[in-house]
T-cell receptor
């Protein structure tokens, strides 16, 4: 599986935007970029995913570099409830695309 | 709302006993479910792939006789930890595919404490 690299932790102030980076330099053409987050003592929650184009949904935006070797999850206005571990995961939907391999993720801390 | 549900959310069992954790897909059929284990402050580790009507596929290093997986129906997979030991204490999480995009959704997780 192609691997991802994320910072171990990040801090943000409440109601400010947060940009969570992810590097995936060995991404293949059939890898989708998925983001999940895990709140304390809960299962991971789907946030967003994309292939080449930037994506927006009610939770976040995903900005994908033109060469697809990196991406950024954008939370437009962080709230205290956004404090979680954010995982950037590549999912090859052609080969073994139904399982997810989790890396270390980024622990986001939100300060009031 | 939740599309995958686990039960129980927390369970305490005595060392040497067995405990069963259920994973249900709500209002949809899941031919494949996945079981993960997560130790405190660590990331999720895939344990096995649960296939409806057939044997589960276990990841390397996971004892299939200790972690019994049964996927007897299209909406239910169970994980039974047999002869539990304190080192089996962990957060167990299941997942399933749902929706037109085959997004993977996770259950709420089940905390197992073996005393």
């Amino acid at each position: 599986d192609a691997k991802t690299t994320q910072p171990n932790s990040m801090e943000s102030n409440e109601e400010e935007p947060v940009h969570l980076p992810c590097n995936h330099s060995t991404i293949s053409g059939t890898d989708y970029i998925h983001w999940y987050r895990q709140l304390p003592s809960q299962g991971p929650e789907y946030v967003i995913h994309g292939l080449t184009s930037n994506v927006n949904n009610r939770m976040a935006s995903l900005a994908i570099a033109e060469d697809r070797k990196s991406s950024t999850l954008i939370l437009h206005r962080a709230t205290l409830r956004d404090a979680a571990v954010y995982y950037c995961i590549l999912r090859d939907v052609i080969d073994a695309g139904n399982m997810l391999t989790f890396g270390g993720g980024t622990r986001l801390m939100v300060k009031p | 709302g939740a599309v995958v549900s686990q039960h129980p959310s927390r369970v305490i069992c005595k060392s040497g006993t067995s405990v069963k954790i259920e994973c249900r897909s709500l209002d949809f059929q899941a031919t494949t479910m996945f079981w993960y284990r997560q130790f405190p402050k660590k990331s999720l580790m895939l344990m096995a792939t649960s296939n409806e009507g057939s044997k589960a596929t276990y990841e390397q290093g996971v004892e299939k006789d200790k972690f019994l997986i049964n996927h007897a129906s299209l909406t239910l997979s169970t994980l039974t930890v047999t002869s539990a030991h304190p080192e089996d204490s962990s957060f167990y999480i299941c997942s399933a595919l749902w929706g037109p995009g085959n997004t993977i959704y996770f259950g709420e997780g089940s905390w197992l404490t073996v005393v």
